[in-house]
């Protein structure tokens, strides 16, 4: 008997949310057990028009899940309610698949802790795009030879955050290989307050917001006498489901959570 792993969808009313719910529906070795979302005023997804062949329990309000039997609890909602979520699964022993970005160092670290207290495997992908994930890895390899580094990421004008978790991200695993130093004239000053962008370790992020772009992140190097530039396009929202479908997959044979899509590929 073919056991299939059963999800709930949190934010499922979002952009994000939708595509996954239809993903999961798909998928012939996942069920849809639950989906979740606070601006949701159904019982059941058989009452939406274009779920009407689906018997699936809909909540809006965390503590009315029913946890038992769900395996994998996938969640793109919000900044402000991640944190919450994820926790809410962990302590309900559900494997947690976090594309929702804006989680802090801390946050992170204070779920790693219970995740391992656990026992549950788990995942945050600040990107679940393989051209994303290549990306972060081509920009870590280039900044060995190429310290002098730049980051511009271009979303859709509804994002809530800056920079993206994915640009973020990238910063972060550029750190870990780069000598921290200060780009550009020490002596520079904004003339207009921003004009430089964000800071990370002395590496710049800007965040475009425009309607018309889904996902889209630029890493420039310059050299002397060189330059190199590394870009990924998410056209559209299909491009992080494979990522998604892999994690939902795998995550269960873990018991930690990691951090990166890399880990578990
Ligand atoms: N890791 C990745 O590959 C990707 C990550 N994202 C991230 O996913 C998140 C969601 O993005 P979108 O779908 O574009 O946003 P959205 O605004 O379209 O959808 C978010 C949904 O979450 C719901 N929500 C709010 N609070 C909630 C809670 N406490 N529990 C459950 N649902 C709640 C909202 O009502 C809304 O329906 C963002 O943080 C975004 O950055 C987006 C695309 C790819
Ligand atoms: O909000 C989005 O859309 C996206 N968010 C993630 C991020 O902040 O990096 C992933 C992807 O860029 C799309």
Redesign the pocket.
Known sequence: MVVMIKVIVAGFKG??GKTTVQMVNENQDFELAAVYDPRATESNLNEINEYQALDVPVYSELQQIKSAGLDVWVDFTSPASVFANVKFALEQRISPVI?T?GLTDEQVGELQRLAKEKKVGGLIA??F?IS?VLLMQFAQQAAKYLPDVEII?M??NN?L?AP????LNTAKMIAKVRKEKVQGNPDEKETLPGARGADYQGMKIHSVRLPGY??H?QVLFGGLGEALTIRQD?FDRIS?MSGVAVAISKIKNYDELFVGLEHIL
């Not at 993206?164 to 640009?167: I, P, R």
């Open positions: 952009r994000m594309g970005t600040p990107n795009g994303a990421e979303h859709h994002k955050d993206s978790g994915t640009a889904v996902a992140e998410s992080f």
